[in-house]
Each structure stands twice: as C-alpha cells, then as structure tokens.
C-alpha cells in the first residue's frame, strides 16, 4: 500500500475560519493535500504518516459551541517530521512567531528506557496547537 492509498485510523477533523490561510499555513510546513471539496469546502491532508482533515466552519458543521481563538484549546497535535529545523525554517517563510522553539524532550517509556524527541511547538492561523517532532532514539534512564 503506498502513502496515498493508505488511510489512518484515526484522523482529526478541524474546523477551521479560513481554508485557504489554512491550506498555505499547512501546505509551508510539508502537508500535502490528498482532496479537496468545494461545498462546504475542506481538504484532506498528509505528511508521512500523518493524516488530518481541515474544514471551513459553516452553519451546519459539527460544532458542539462557539468557536474563538485559539482553536483547540487543551489539545495538541503531535506530528512526526524529519526534520524540526527544516520546519522552522519553513514557519520562518511565513513570518509566524512559534509558541515554543526547538527544544529536546526525553519521555520514560518503560521501567529502563526512555524515548527522545525534538520538539517544535506552534498554532496554526486558528491557533491549533502543533508539535512537530524529530525522533532521537531510544536510551537508558539508568543514569
């Protein structure tokens, strides 16, 4: 199965005031995009292994209250990338302030191991918040 022909268990739908600011904020860090629809319009979109639907807020979409910025509040999204300076450099293109810079992060995974990550954090133009991420590896917490 390649990339496009695969599709994620799980995939987040965001509702979103603007899809085209939106498409250009995602499309900058890497996304592609798999579909678009018109009416109402919305896109499906990937990076690598990362899947998330975007869609432009309207009358009759699944909004459960009002929606005010930032967007998303008490969730981020973690998506794997490559490269996190590659990222930045991208967000930089687009004049964006980060929420937090590039930093490295150790996680305990199990009783003698602990996974590490770069992590970049920032909001798209709604104010979701992102962290991409770099792999570091794995090692031992028995320090």
Known sequence: MTESEHWSALVPELSVTDL?????????????????????????????????????????????????????????????????????AALTSLGLQVFREPSDSWYQVSGAHEEGQRELLVQDPDGYLLRFVQPLGRRSNER
């Open 20 to 88: 085209e600011a939106s498409l250009n904020f995602y499309r900058t860090v890497g996304f592609q995009v798999r579909f678009v629809r018109t009416s109402p319009p919305f896109a499906y979109l990937a990076l690598g292994d990362a899947q998330i639907m975007l869609e432009q807020a309207h009358s009759e979409g699944w909004v459960v209250g009002p929606l005010e910025r930032p967007f998303g509040r008490g969730i981020n999204l973690q998506i794997e990338v490559d490269n996190v300076q590659s990222t930045r």
